[in-house]
């Protein structure tokens, strides 16, 4: 079930800036070589990210969820002169192609990879972030929320993906899969939480953007 229509998508596509020459070569190989190639943000998320950390100018962000490195390649375009972005992946057979790309996009002493779970690395990271972005296993969202929040800055954002689920998150219960039915435990999660303001986007497969307060 597509959550935007091709031809609205192909429109939108049209009037943003498009993928740099190394984005579409990322973008092409992670479709001809990896399995699963639709996980990858693309085009239009992928200039949202860019758009987002331009506008924030993070000095660090975390993301959990590298897969090939496209997103982390359009994090980091807003990165401040000192900034470092942090990526998670439990696949280490991805670990070498994103590398590639990360340092082809002149990046690689601003990406610091990380490979195994997230849910034991986090706790593992000495940083305040700016910046979080979430983009892996669904049903690690909730618990991912709660480990990052105390290293999220005040007035700093948390986005995260997939959280329309294919469109299963309004179909009725019966017809939702596990993971829709993570994806709603976890925006409820987030809207219900006092101490956040949030926003879902229905762009791609859902991006929900998550700010957190600040404290007076």
């Not at 992946?89 to 990046?107: C, H, I, P, Q, T």
């Not at 800055?153 to 469109?167: S, T, W």
């Not at 987030?190 to 991006?207: I, N």
Request: aromatic share 8%; proline share 3%; with cysteine.
């Amino acid at each position: 079930m597509e959550v935007i229509p091709e031809d609205i998508q192909a429109f939108a596509e049209r009037y943003s800036t498009p993928e740099t020459e190394l984005l579409y070569r990322l973008h092409r190989e992670t479709y001809l070589k990896i399995a699963q190639p639709h996980m990858l943000s693309g085009h239009l998320q992928g200039r949202l990210l860019t758009m987002v950390s331009q506008m924030i100018k993070p000095r660090r962000i975390l993301e959990i969820g590298t897969f090939t490195g496209y997103s982390a390649i359009c994090l980091a375009q807003g990165l401040t002169e000192d900034g470092v972005l942090h990526t998670i992946d439990v696949n280490e057979e991805l670990e070498a192609m994103s590398s590639r790309y990360f340092k082809e996009a002149g990046l690689g002493d601003k990406i610091v990879q990380h490979t195994g779970k997230a849910a034991e690395i986090i706790t593992q990271l000495d940083e305040v972030f700016d910046l979080v972005f979430i983009d892996a296993d669904k049903a690690g969202y909730t618990g991912y929320y709660d480990m990052v929040w105390e290293k999220l800055r005040p007035g700093g954002f948390m986005l995260a993906d997939n959280v329309l689920y294919h469109g299963e998150v309004v179909l009725p219960e019966s017809g939702q899969s596990n993971n829709a039915k993570a994806m709603i435990r976890f925006a409820e999660k987030a809207v219900a939480d006092e101490r956040a303001e949030t926003m879902l986007l229905t762009l791609r497969d859902g991006l929900m953007l998550i700010r957190k307060k600040q404290t007076h």
